[in-house]
Each structure stands twice: as C-alpha cells, then as structure tokens.
C-alpha cells in the first residue's frame, strides 16, 4: 500500500494504490518561493532586465533577488555581487551571462543550494567542441547538488497559474489547461502572440531549448502530475533522450493527450533543425512509429496543434474512423468527406434502422446517404432530431454538423437546440458554422456548451480524423498480445558466432554464420552446406539432391548477386561444376579473387510464395529498428516496407505487418491459400529477440523470407557486427527497455512446490484475471488499505496498464505455477517495486493468492525486490502497511526494514530499508 500524505480526496494510481505525493525536483523551476537573477541589468532592452522586469511586474508569491557584481541595486531593487551573499535560500536561478561563465556560476550555485537554474545564455554545443566542453563543465558542476536545469539557449519559462515570468517574452500568457513546451523560442512568442487574439490560456508556457538536463520525458511526466494541465503540446526539432521521452509518454498519454508537431520531415528541414540544436535528427519516418508506440498524437500544423487539443480536451475519444455528417448544403458536406476520407477516415454506413427513422423525420429530397443534406430550409428542430437520430446509430463513431447561413437559417436557435447533444458517451460531437458575423453567436453558444466549431468544414473533419488516431494509438499501446509459443533459444551459441567473427577483425558473417545464428533462435533455414572446391560442391550437392543452389561463401561480401555470386536451378553434376567456375571468376574479375572463399550449396526451393524482408539497423535517435515489407531483388524499387522498436509482441508484429501493400497477398488473394499470420508474427517476435539479446549486431536482414501457406524459410541473411574496437558503452542503446531475463529466477516453496518467478508481461492479462479471482476480500484490503470489487480489479483499462509496465520506471515480478498434470499455468502472486519519480527512492508491494500464504513466498518476493532495487542503483526501499498486516512487517523486520509508525496518520505502519 502507498502511503497518502495529503487530507485532499484520495487519488487512485493505476493499480488502485493510493498515490504518495512527492515534491518534483523540477517544482524548483516551476514553482519557485525566491529567484535570483544572475546577469540583471538596467541595460534597457536587454535580455537581463526584461526578465528581471517580468518577473518583478507578475508577482508568483517570491522575492526576486538581482546578482550583478557591478551595481548595488537594479531597477530600484538591492543587487547582490554573487549567488552566496544573497541572503534567503534561492530556489531557481535564472542565468543570462556569456556562456563562458555559466559552468562556475552553475558551481556556486549548487554551494549555495539552489535546486533549479534556468540558461538563457547561448553558445553551448551548438558552436562545436568548444561549446560542448562548456556543457560537459555545467553538468559536473550541476550533479554535485543534484541540480535541475532548463536550458541553455531558451527563453525561459511562464506559469500564468502561479504569475511566475522567468522569460523575456513581451507579455505574459493567459492562464489555461494546456501545456505548450517548445524547442523554439520564436515561435513561443509567436503563438503567445496568437493566443491573445484567440483568448487561450496556459498552464505553462516553457522553452526547452538545447535539453543539456530537462528533456521531453522530464517535462511530460511533471506536467503529466499536475492536476491543473489537462493536455499537453510540443513542437519539437530533436527528441533527446529517446528512451526518456517514450516512458514519459506512455505513461501520461493513457490519462492527458500528447500532442506533437515536429518538422524535419523533408531532408532539408531536418538538416536545419539538426543545425539549430546541435543534434541528430533521425529517421521522421522512425519517429512517427515511435509516436504511435507510445500513443502521441502527431499533427502536421501549428493551428492544429491547439484545435486537436481542445477538441480531445471537450470531447470523449471515437472507438472508430466512422463520422456522421450532417449538413443543410452539399458543398461543404463533400469538402468535409474528402478531408475525412484523405485522413484515413471513413463516412459511417447507416444502418437500416436509422435510415428508415431518418425518412419519415426529413423531406423526400434529403441526401438518404451519408452526408445527410437535411436541405437549406431545415429548422432548427430538424437538425436537433436529425442528430438525435444519427447519434444512435450504432455504426457512428462521431459525428460534424455543418451549417451555412441561408434565408431560412437560424444559426443562433440551431446551437441552442445542439446544446443538449454536447456529450454524447463515446461519440464526439464536432461543428462547421460557415459564414460572418452573422453566426457568431451561434458559435459562442456551441462554444460555451463544449462543442468546438470550425471555420471550415474540412478543418473539422481533419480534426476528427486526430482524435481516431490518437484512440487508435491508445487501443494498440494496450492491446493484449497473445501467449504464443514461448522460445528458448541457445543464445550462448548465437553470441559465440559473432564473438568470433569479432576476434578475428571482421565485421561481416558468411552466409553460413547468419543462418546458424538464426536457426539458434528458431527462425527455419534453408539447408545450407559450405564447399571449399569444386569437388566438394558436386558431393554435397548430390547428398542434398538436386535441384540446387550456389552462392558465393565469403567473408567480405553481402550482396551476392552484386558480384555474379548466385546460380539457380542446378541439376546435375555438370550445371555445378559450371556454376562453380562462373562465380569463382565473376568475383575474380569484380572484386578480386581474394574475396572467394568457395560456395554455399543449398537445395532449391520448390514452393510457391511471398518473398518478404526482415531486418534491423540503427537509427541515430532510437537505436535498433526492425523493418519488415516485401522482399526480393526489388526490394529498394518497391518500399513496401513497415518500421517498428523492438522489442515486439506478437501484437506489435501484426500491426507492423497490417502497415504494409503485401499484407493484403497473404492473406489470401487469387485462389492461394493465406499465410499462417500468427506464425508470422512469432517469428517476426524471435528476430526481435536476436535484435534485442545480441547487441553487438549492427545489422541484420532476412532477404528472402520465403512464406507459404504452410511453410516459410529463411533462404538468406545477412549480418553486420560492430568492430572488435567498439566498446559495449558506445553500442546505441534501445529506446525501449526489454524484458529483464537476468530478474526470471526457479524458486521451491516450502512445501516443495516449483515456481517460476519472473518479471510480468504483457501476455500475462488472462493469467491476472484468474489470478484475482483467486483473492479474498480481506487479502485485498490489507493490500489496497479499502475494498475493491472484483469486476473493478479485472478490468481491461486497469489489467492492461497492470501488465504493460515500463521496466524503467517499475518491476513487478510474478510467482508463476504450472500444474505437471495438465501444463496449465497459474499466477499465484505479485510483487511490485515503484520507483518514485526524480528520486533513487522506491516502493514495493506485493499480493499473494490465499492459498499460497505461509508457504514462503513473500519473504522470496521481498529478497528479489530487495535484490532488483540494489541491481537499479536504488538508495531507499520503503513500504506503507497496514498495522492488521503483521505478517507483512514480520517479513519486512526479517530483511532488515526499519518499521514505525506515521505520527501524522497512526493507521499507517512504515518500513524502510536503505540499500
């Protein structure tokens, strides 16, 4: 149980925990009591006096204190020579001196104990060497007092709804619910700016500028906390700390929208942006997969960035693409259907039912097909009913009223009598009231009564099409994977394969080294012999049987046809002996003879099917990506191709797969008979394990992946190793963490029962429904410290955030039984070790079915929680017990915890444990 420290209404974190309320490290910078000012000037029309002025002329319940060695007092305020002779502790220092000096400053200020800094200063990496340097000094001084940093080369920041100004922005934002970071701080200004005349407000208002310290993932999942945000938005030219950003994002996107603009899609954009943070860029198009992996929703324009936001802010999420549209003109109607459709989204079919009510309500003219045209004379009633009508059906997903002002039209009735339609349950409710002045009122009363209009019916339809992406992006961050096979594959043998091509200065493994390092992880391969002479390609060529196939063996070289290296449908002796001869001197002639090193002598594949591709390379940002698409020869000529992070479920695989032309072909078309997808999709699993597991692969690729109905076969692979010069801290690291195999342990109960204790997956929700029907009620109260109902507990929305962790930020570790009789398995208990955000402090919890207390179990759960939080680089393990729970602290004492009680809540027992 997490221990509440708040009177406040008690919050509920995904597990049904009650939250413990922490300070934020970054409250420093947010929320501070005192900011000094060091580079305050008088200088009119400098950065150091417009900030020490906005922050003098917004009071945020601080003192400002202005540090300037040359001048005793700065806009009539006592200026202090140094950061230490200022008098009261500071919390934020905001630093607008030449980049030169801000290492020594940011060193006396962490003397001084202050916790946040914000560095307007420019002249950091983005110089080159010299500025980088100046970075690396910045943050050696900072970590000394764990010291958090914005900046440098950024406008600073604004919270409206506390006054703080930590900018040199001309103005102070409107306070509001949204949260707008940006890597721009021109274009801050510039949508401040905008915000005026749209009369949008802020919660915060931040310029991140260079990220030397507070990245995304920070400022998400600070923003993510506050319960005064409802969404946040970014523009972003660099995403930093890829893992960081991701584990943010996954984890606050559930509860608040993320909603993203990032340029760089076209080469010359991202060179620009590479240019002006001094950063890598990336793959856009790994960029967008990472977005969807995680549930960030991407728009393509400023305006939309704001428009989706209130939108997903006013209206509940569609379950689908379908939108209903309802329309007294056919003009906008189809500009708005062109849009949708553009976007992926579909006009909803209506069912039978709703087209015979909708007949006997409209005139015998109306549309009868979606859009509905209810005709240029419809009252305000008859659009009321018509949306009544189109809202029940059961095909809609959302729907847009579009409304043109015609000599019968009443705009201004018509919103009054939508307004009773404005939350609809499942079903977003969007409006395009086109026209002047004449219109505005109707506007201001949809407005009022949370239904968003639009200028412009096709804006409004592309605004419907954000919201089912960002549903969608949600459902597939959650969906439950299915079980599957579970793999065992011989990974001792996989990295002696490549630790030797490593020790003897390659880089490249023959053909025959990929396709045993496959086969070590259960991807099939085709038969493969290597013949060092034309002899020894005849005998195995006869033992095989023929048809056959040659291909050049060589250390050097990858791309075999490149050189002549291949030779199809060989059928006797003498088409090898010939065969042979031809590759042996095309790469002699190609690239010399030293690159032959004999052939590889494999069968001919007789079977009918798809050539696919399945391989990995490193991008700049995200580290290992997977591709898979339509292989072949053709296979640069064709991109048809799908990206994706490992590491992949079976889920994950097929909606890589579901992204791509040739997923259509297999599953069936012309006569053939589909692919087994969901072998498909395991074996797209393995290879993400290979890319996941054997880190010293830089690339990898299966090309053909030969796949039928009722086979499918790896007829090449070719795989790239880092050099033997590479160190394990410069391998690009994966941008989201992998299973933990090192956490899965075997481990007898005291009555002799085996259990497998290992960390949760998220093909564990089915196991986690019957774990919890097996549970008393009093094992869950002493656990939740209140009751709650089982059908609560076994729901998908709370079960699927249970299950789908962040090994980052949380271990939960499951106690595994599988009866010998039947092979079934069994969930018998959980253990849970939460880390508390910005600190090296965690909690744990666990919950153990009944009819395995006593048996051991949770004094096994505490020593590998106990031994995970020393393995993190943890400093303080703590639990909240219930003082009934004696058996909790008994175990708790037995491993060192220190229990007492909270003197500020005497129901509460603590125990803690320093590592």
């Known amino acids: 149980m997490i221990k509440p420290t708040t009177p406040n209404p008690t919050p509920f974190d995904r597990a049904g925990d009650v939250l413990k309320f922490e300070p934020n490290p970054l409250d420093a910078i947010f929320a501070p009591k005192n900011v000094a000012v060091i580079g305050a000037t008088e200088t009119q029309g400098s950065v150091g006096r417009t900030i020490l002025w906005n922050l003098i002329s917004n009071p945020f319940g601080g003192t400002v204190f202005p540090v300037n060695p040359k001048r005793p007092s700065i806009l009539g305020i006592k200026s202090y020579p140094k950061i230490s002779d200022v008098p009261a502790r500071v919390d934020l220092a905001v630093i607008v001196t030449p980049a030169p000096t801000v290492p020594d400053i940011i060193g006396e200020c962490v003397d001084a104990g202050v916790r946040g800094a914000i560095i307007i200063s420019a002249g950091f990496k983005e110089i080159g060497p010299e500025g980088a340097e100046l970075e690396r000094r910045v943050m050696e001084n900072a970590r000394r007092g764990r010291m958090r940093i914005i900046g440098p080369n950024c406008l600073g920041v604004m919270n409206p709804l506390n006054g703080l100004n930590a900018t040199f922005a001309a103005a102070m934002a409107r306070p509001g619910k949204v949260a707008f970071l940006s890597q721009s701080g021109a274009l801050l200004t510039g949508v401040l700016d905008w915000s005026f005349r749209e009369n949008v407000g802020f919660s915060a208002f931040v310029s991140v500028g260079s990220m030397l310290d507070v990245g995304w993932g920070d400022l998400i999942q600070y923003f993510g906390d506050d319960p005064r945000t409802d969404a946040i938005v970014m523009y972003m030219e660099t995403i930093g700390d890829a893992r960081s950003f991701l584990s943010a994002a996954r984890e606050v996107a559930y509860t608040k929208p993320i909603l993203v603009i990032k340029p760089g899609r076209t080469e010359a954009a991202a060179h620009a942006a590479a240019s002006h943070t001094g950063s890598l860029t990336g793959s856009d198009d790994v960029l967008d997969i990472a977005f969807k992996r995680v549930g960030v929703l991407r728009v393509n324009s400023i305006m939309d960035l704001f428009f989706s936001s209130e939108l997903l802010g006013k209206q509940p999420r569609p379950k689908g693409r379908n939108l209903t549209i309802l329309t007294n003109a056919g003009g906008p109607g189809v500009l708005a259907t062109d849009a949708l459709v553009e976007g992926g989204g579909k006009l909803t079919p209506i069912s039978d039912s709703t087209m015979e009510k909708l007949n006997a309500l409209l005139p015998a003219a109306w549309s009868h097909n979606n859009p509905v045209d209810i005709l240029g004379d419809a009252s305000p009633e008859r659009y009321a009913k018509a949306l009544e009508l189109t809202a029940q059906d059961p095909n809609a997903n959302g729907l847009l009223v579009i409304l043109t002002p ?497 003197m500020d809540d005497p129901t509460i027992v603590e125990a803690e444990l320093v590592l």
């Not at 394969?497 to 880089?507: F, K, L």
């Not at 034309?534 to 990858?558: F, H, M, Q, R, W």
């Not at 002699?588 to 004999?598: D, N, P, S, T, W």
């Not at 395991?682 to 890319?691: A, D, K, T």
């Open 406 to 902: 015609q000599a019968m039209t009443d705009p201004t009735m018509t919103a009054e009598q939508l307004k009773p339609y404005a939350r609809i349950p499942n079903k977003p409710i969007i409006a395009s009231w086109l026209g002047g002045s004449d219109i505005e009122a109707g506007e201001a009363i949809l407005s009022r009564a949370g239904i968003p209009t639009f200028q412009y019916p096709d804006t409004a339809a592309r605004m419907f099409n954000y919201m089912w992406q960002y549903s969608e992006n949600l459902r597939l961050v959650y969906e439950t994977p299915s079980m599957g096979e579970m793999s065992d594959p011989d990974r001792a043998h996989a990295s002696q394969i490549i630790d030797r091509a490593r020790d003897e200065g390659r880089t490249i493994l023959n053909e025959y080294e990929s396709k045993q390092l496959l086969a070590a992880y259960d991807i099939p391969t085709v038969e493969t012999r290597v013949a060092a002479n034309v002899d020894e390609a005849v005998n195995a060529a006869n033992e095989i049987g023929y048809p056959v196939v040659l291909k050049i063996y060589s250390d050097t070289i990858t791309h075999k046809t490149d050189v002549g290296g291949v030779k199809l449908n060989l059928h006797n002796a003498a088409d090898v002996r010939s065969a042979f001869n031809e590759i042996q001197t095309s790469v002699a002639e190609k690239v010399g003879a030293e690159h032959f090193g004999g052939v590889t002598v494999q069968p001919m594949i007789k079977f009918e099917g798809y050539e696919l591709i399945i391989g990995s390379s490193p991008d700049p940002q995200f580290g290992p990506v997977i591709l898979f698409g339509l292989g072949g020869q053709l296979v640069e000529v064709f991109q048809d191709r799908a990206l994706g992070l490992p590491p992949l479920n079976t889920t994950l695989a097929r909606r890589m797969m579901e992204r791509t032309k040739i997923y259509t072909a297999l599953q069936g078309v012309r006569g053939r008979a589909p692919v087994d997808i969901d072998a498909l999709a395991q074996l797209l699993v393995r290879f993400s394990e290979i890319v996941v597991e054997q880190r010293w692969i830089k690339e990898i690729d299966i090309n053909p992946l030969l796949v039928s109905s009722d086979n499918m076969i790896a007829l090449d692979a070719r795989v790239i190793v880092y050099d033997k010069n590479v160190s394990a801290d410069e391998l690009p690291r994966l941008a989201i963490r992998p299973y933990p195999l090192r956490y899965v342990k075997q481990w007898t109960a005291t009555d002799g029962t085996t259990l497998t204790i290992r960390p949760i997956r998220p093909e564990d929700e089915p196991l986690m429904v019957e774990y919890h029907k097996q549970i008393s009620e009093r094992s869950v109260y002493l656990r939740y410290l209140h009751p709650m109902a089982l059908d609560t507990r076994i729901a998908h929305d709370r079960l699927s955030r249970i299950v789908f962790i962040d090994y980052d930020r949380e271990m939960a570790l499951a106690a595994e039984y599988t009866d010998p009789a039947t092979n079934q398995k069994q969930i018998v208990g959980i253990g849970r070790l939460s880390k508390i955000y910005g600190t090296q402090d965690a909690e744990f919890s666990m919950l153990i079915i009944d009819s395995f207390h006593g048996k051991g179990l949770g004094s096994e759960f505490l020593k590998q929680l106990v031994a995970i939080g020393r393995a993190e680089h943890l400093k303080r393990i703590t639990a909240y017990i219930s003082p009934e729970n004696i058996a909790m602290q008994k175990i708790s004492q037995k491993l060192g915890f220190k229990l007492h009680r909270d």
